[in-house]
């Protein structure tokens, strides 16, 4: 097992001599090989050893940071598919066929859950039953079970969201149905609101 080697930098070597000398001076006996290594430490001026060698690799850790990810791949194909099983209120229409999509489709069921908070299992099903149609909200609970999207105790009892960051896939595909409900919601409202017409006003006898 190769060591590793931890250089010390001491501003003032005087200090650093008269620290050892009052530290060893205190001691009855030959310290060990620890106690002079945390006796060092204490010098350069850290509370021991592990505080000096986890100092020193945080100082490593931030002159070579890793090298930043790649980004993922998006199949804006698959999104498509996938968006076709949902109607303009972001409702399931139907399960789509392939696992890859079934996948890529569970991500906004898990975006509806609210994150951080136990839920019982009739509460999820509430939340699954409004985003499908198909009447199959029992399917969609599993599957979040089975790709650990969905975490439920041993007796069902309570439910949480398993917190994760969604693929870029599934990031594309939660924007577009968000987008596509607000539009909706939106169009929505402003039909109830449309001004009326002056001639569309009842004239007066």
Not at 35 to 54: D, P, S, T, V
Not at 144 to 165: F, G, N, P, T, Y
Request: charged fraction near 30%; aromatic fraction near 6%.
């Amino acid at each position: 097992m190769s060591k590793t080697i931890l250089p010390v930098l001491v501003p003032d070597i005087s200090a650093l001599a008269k620290t050892i000398r009052r530290e060893l001076d205190a001691r009855p006996e030959r310290p060990s090989h620890v106690e002079i290594l945390n006796m060092l430490a204490r010098a350069a001026g850290f509370r021991n050893y592990q505080h000096m060698k986890a100092s020193q690799n945080a100082e490593q850790r931030l002159e070579n940071p890793p090298p930043p990810k790649e980004p993922e791949a998006v199949d804006h194909r698959r999104i498509e598919t996938v968006l076709r099983c949902f109607d303009g209120e972001g409702i399931m229409t139907r399960w789509p066929t392939k696992t890859a999509q079934q996948r890529l489709a569970l991500w906004w069921f898990w975006a509806a859950l609210p994150p951080r908070r136990e839920m019982t299992e009739r509460e999820v099903n509430e939340v699954l039953k409004r985003l499908n149609s198909f009447g199959d909200h029992v399917l969609v609970r599993r599957e979040l079970i089975d790709w650990k999207m969905m975490w439920r105790s041993l007796d069902c009892k309570v439910c949480r969201r398993i917190e994760q960051e969604p693929p870029a896939e599934a990031r594309v595909l939660i924007r577009h149905l968000t987008e596509r409900v607000r539009q909706v919601r939106d169009a929505q409202v402003f039909g109830r609101f449309r001004p009326v017409r002056p001639d569309a006003l009842p004239t007066s006898p």
